[in-house]
């Protein structure tokens, strides 16, 4: 069989959907599908419904050399190939790879969705030509996912790259596992929600977004706000850039990257989130560091770009030649 | 000629004193010296000086057969050669790997003291066995070199691994360069003097070290006073070590190291130093790393540990068979 139809397997497991498709090696990814996954039901469950979805659309594909599936999932194991502890599904500890490899025996790895985010720009998106950079996934919460010298950080338990944990102030918003002060309670879909409250009750100013209850706000409301130039919108996205940019400013005195790359939907914000992170950001990094670092939007937007991050966690394990 | 007279030179230039000697695969140095490094003056009499004292030393093996040679320096970058704006040293930006390179024409590589230190724990020391590590180099400064899938972090510029200048508290400690509240104005020889003087004032116990003035108090007497129970003294450790495990909780969510070993004047204070930073840094972890990582003393205190890290350097570029 030809190369040219070698494709892989990626498949994006997320909390409520999980999405999959068929990606060759330059990225072209000609049918994806969406399953609901269904998290409350036991594994096995799901993996026969996911087996299922994935022969009906091998089917539209009969030349399709499969040379290996890429899976990007919560809590992520590298080394491991399990999940552990999600958050998000009631799965538990669950050795992913080995049940998926009874189905296809072809080589298999997992990682979390900022991972494969990571590999994915580095593949197919805007971190084609870097060895050292990060992405930075937003969403309900704050992920992220560190390459250097072209590789991507696993750490010795595979659970590197958690910066929506790092501690902006340890008296600071309560979040969810008991611990105060977590980046991600300020920069994240939610984080900037908080924010909005925060600065509704510190500054008198009008607003349209006093008009909101907590759940009735979400992300995009936000930036619309500042978009008309909303003084408490606009100062969420100050606030939001003081913050980030402070705790990057670290992040950068750790590996030195070439570049920060920013995914998910709180960027659609564009320059209203960019602008004010970039300027706090220059103004705390240590001189060696100022003006070295971009900050890009992810190259993937738009595209499936969950599913090309899992493709190309296994394209480049299959390009290092590496025995899975 | 025979590998067992394989040797490389380590050169480990100071801002006071450089030293340098001939050490084997086996991280075995039989003969080291140490040259003024006369920072006012040129680097071109040092560099004369140097190898008028480099062939004075090698006089005394002559079989021996050198195979390149390992530079540690402030501010050296890996990639381009060269010292960069050194803090200490008179020079300006030098082009050491060129400039030595006149002299033996052998694979030279430099890097700056805290990644030597890091490439000779896991060549020669307590990381002999590890893949995810960083060392933290406690003086004057702090410093770090952090290894990450075994290779040493340098970053897109070369000066990845600044711990030393992250920050503690924007609104913190004025250091030297007019940033405030670098965590090496908190944690670092130096730093531990501040901190006697802040707890000195913040607090009304009896002390030892109200005798003593800024500049009369050393490192060595404050270890002393704790061990003799003296309550600013173990406060002081107390508070550098809630600093330290906090800004370090960070670091691991970075790059979940699998240890964190320390190197330096101040580790003479053991478990005054560790047992603080270990109980701080589990606290702020977030709680999937709890409990996995290793603060660890060096394993090149005591023998001429620069210049072990330097000769690790060139070592492990010789073994990566790597064209330098």
């Known amino acids: ?56 659309l091998r089917a539209k594909m009969p030349a399709l050399n499969l040379r290996g599936i890429g899976i990007g999932a919560p809590n992520a194991n590298y080394y491991t190939g399990r999940i552990e502890k999600p958050a998000n599904l009631s799965w538990g500890d669950t050795d992913v790879v080995a049940l998926v490899k009874k189905h296809y025996d072809l080589p298999i790895v997992i990682t979390n969705d900022a991972n494969a985010a990571a590999i994915g720009e580095m593949k197919f998106g805007v971190a084609q030509q870097m060895k050292d950079f990060l992405v ?67 500054l008198p100013d009008d607003s349209e977004l006093r008009d909101y209850s907590f759940n009735q706000l979400d992300g995009a409301m936000i930036t619309e706000a500042a978009h008309r130039g909303d003084p408490i919108a606009l100062a969420t996205f100050e606030y939001t850039g003081r913050i980030l940019g402070l705790k990057l400013a670290d992040t950068v005195a750790h590996t030195s990257p070439e570049a920060i790359i920013f ?35 992810s190259g993937l937007e738009g595209r499936n770009a969950a599913v090309l991050g899992a493709s190309a966690l296994i394209w480049n394990e299959l390009d290092k030649g590496e025995r899975i």
Chains 1, 2 share one sequence.
């Not at 996912?145 to 918003?173: K, M, Q, S, T, W």
């Open 136 to 202: 930075i996934t937003l969403g309900t919460g704050l992920g992220s996912g560190f390459v250097a010298n072209g590789e991507v950080i696993y750490g010795a338990d595979g659970f590197a790259g958690e910066l929506g944990h790092i501690i902006v102030d340890p008296n600071g918003r309560m979040h969810g596992n008991g611990r105060r002060g977590a980046l991600e309670a300020y920069v994240s879909a939610t984080g900037l929600k908080r924010t909005v409250f925060h600065l509704l009750a510190e």
């Open 263 to 297: 995914f998910g939907g709180p960027t659609k914000a564009g320059d209203l989130l960019l602008e004010p992170i970039k300027r706090h950001l220059e103004e705390y990094l240590f001189p060696i560091y100022r003006n070295k670092v971009k900050l890009l939007i």
């Open 1 to 56: 069989m030809s190369q040219a139809n070698d494709y892989v397997l990626g498949i994006d497991i997320g909390g409520t959907f999980s999405k999959f498709g068929f990606v060759d090696r330059q990225g072209h990814c000609p049918h994806e599908m969406s399953i609901p996954t269904h998290a409350d039901e036991p594994f096995s469950h799901f993996l026969v419904r996911l087996v299922q979805a994935v022969e009906d």
